[in-house]
């Protein structure tokens, strides 16, 4: 079945650091891809999404590509703030409409 | 606003007492489901609802029922609660193949 696999956390950064988190899928056919962030003490809240192949979604100074031949979608912002501290979660919407989570990454900002 | 409201926030109660979590969204949206969110295990669905009257079985439903009689309530019922349903809720709701919308979450500890 579809799946998607998330980097490992927490990821600890200093501020104003570089990001990557690394999320790739299988799936069966054309999924829409997502990522979704929880703040500490909060729901999830979408982040930015992808529908199709070559796709970028952005948001908030994050970043991330639909890659259907690296079958992934990793998240990139240039410079990470105190405020991004929080669980990011990379999903896909698979055939029948059921959004498919990776396990999620806590990210730490350090000032 | 559009939300998803999910009531109580938190709660803790008895091995056996039955009680029931609400959610209320008011988007017109047609799927919603039940998430349940432990360390290290990330998001698992527990029941979701493609529309009034149509419920089915996520990953982990063992110890939870459900009902759809509105297309604005889907409510999650523990008949019978034990310390291993301790753990973190999400309500979520969206339009079918869409970003999901998440409540805010209810904490509930079962002693």
């Known amino acids: 079945g579809d799946s998607v696999t998330q980097m490992e956390g927490p990821v600890t950064l200093s501020e104003e650091a570089f990001l990557t988190i690394n999320c790739t899928y299988t799936a069966t056919g054309y999924p829409s891809l997502f990522w979704y962030v929880q703040y500490p003490g909060e729901g999830l809240q979408l982040l930015l999404k992808a529908t199709k192949a070559d796709d970028k979604g952005s948001n908030k100074g994050f970043e991330a590509t639909y890659r259907k031949e690296t079958t992934s979608f990793h998240l990139e912002k240039g410079s990470v703030q105190v405020s991004d501290s929080a669980v990011y979660f990379c999903?896909?919407?698979?055939?029948?409409?059921?959004?498919?989570w990776g396990a999620g990454t806590k990210l730490i900002i350090k000032p | 606003e559009a939300q998803v409201t999910q009531n109580p926030r938190y709660l803790i109660t008895v091995t056996g007492k039955k009680l029931t979590v609400t959610c209320s969204q008011n988007m017109n949206h047609e799927y919603m489901s039940w998430y349940r969110q432990d360390p290290g295990l990330g998001l698992r669905q527990i029941y979701y609802?493609?529309?009034?009257?149509?419920?089915d079985k996520g990953d982990v439903p063992e110890g939870y029922k459900v009902s759809r009689k509105e297309k604005r309530n889907f409510p999650l019922i523990l008949e019978s609660p034990s310390p291993n349903q301790t753990s973190l809720y999400f309500c979520?709701?969206?339009?079918?193949?869409?970003?999901?919308?998440f409540g805010q979450g209810t904490r509930l500890t079962v002693v």
């Open positions: 999903a896909l919407s698979d055939p029948k409409y059921q959004l498919i």
């Open positions: 609802s493609m529309n009034v009257e149509v419920t």
């Open positions: 979520a709701s969206s339009f079918v193949g869409a970003e999901a919308f």
